[in-house]
């Protein structure tokens, strides 16, 4: 089974902190994604990743930047948090451009106060 | 860029009653998926239809795509309490999925 972890499934981070979010995928899947998901909004791509060092802004990728070093790992990162990014954040994985179907991983419910 | 809009957004049931959540596109689809999130988890792949007309089957789940691929829906026969959470549909564009945005089901025991 395809197993996407994320570092934390909760996080209380300030206002202008400097905010990191792990995802690792254990599949050696190519293609890597970050959504956020808000009640009434659904989920929204944030950035997405097809390949080691090369990233792909999604619909709202302001505010957010990400970095993709090794195939299994894609992580999110919020230079200056901001209240307005409190939300639940979900990376997920797929194995190529072929092949559709997405993991998820648990999730992170972040909280800027 | 590609949009899909998914109804309802809310739907209560008895148990024991039907279920269907439907997906429509103005563009014509390549592919449209299907997920469901139970509460407090994450989002799980059900299926995806490509053909036109398809009708895929998996228990009391049926899921069409419609004959022009431009909608889809997902219609649970005799809903159980396991069934509750929300379900969304997802389409192809441009190597992300856009997701509809998902329809909550609860269920009266």
């Known amino acids: 089974d395809v197993k996407v972890t994320q570092s934390s499934r909760y996080l209380v981070k300030r206002t202008g902190e400097k905010v990191f979010l792990e995802c690792v995928q254990d599949m050696d899947h190519e293609n890597m994604f970050w959504y956020r998901q808000d009640p009434g909004l659904g989920l929204r791509l944030i950035y997405f990743s097809y390949d080691v060092k090369m990233k792909e802004k999604g619909d709202i990728p302001e505010g957010y930047s990400v970095s993709r070093e090794k195939k299994e790992r894609f992580s999110l990162i919020l230079e200056s948090a901001s209240t307005n990014q409190t939300s639940m954040y979900l990376c997920?994985?797929?194995?190529?451009?072929?092949?559709?179907?997405?993991?998820f991983g648990p999730g992170t419910r972040l909280t800027v106060l | 860029g590609q949009q899909v809009m998914q109804i309802p957004q809310y739907q209560h049931v008895q148990e024991g009653e039907d279920f269907t959540t439907y997906c429509n596109s103005s563009t014509t689809l390549s592919n449209i998926q299907w997920y469901k999130q139970r509460p407090g988890g994450h989002p799980v792949f059900l299926i995806q239809l490509v053909k036109s007309g398809e009708v895929k089957k998996q228990k009391r789940l049926t899921f069409q795509f419609g004959e022009a691929k431009k909608n889809s829906s997902l219609h649970i026969t005799a809903t159980q309490t396991t069934d509750v959470g929300t379900y969304f549909c997802a389409v192809e564009g441009a190597q992300k999925l856009v997701f509809g945005q998902g329809t909550r089901l609860t269920i009266n025991p």
């Open positions: 997920a994985s797929k194995r190529d451009s072929i092949y559709n179907e997405q993991f």
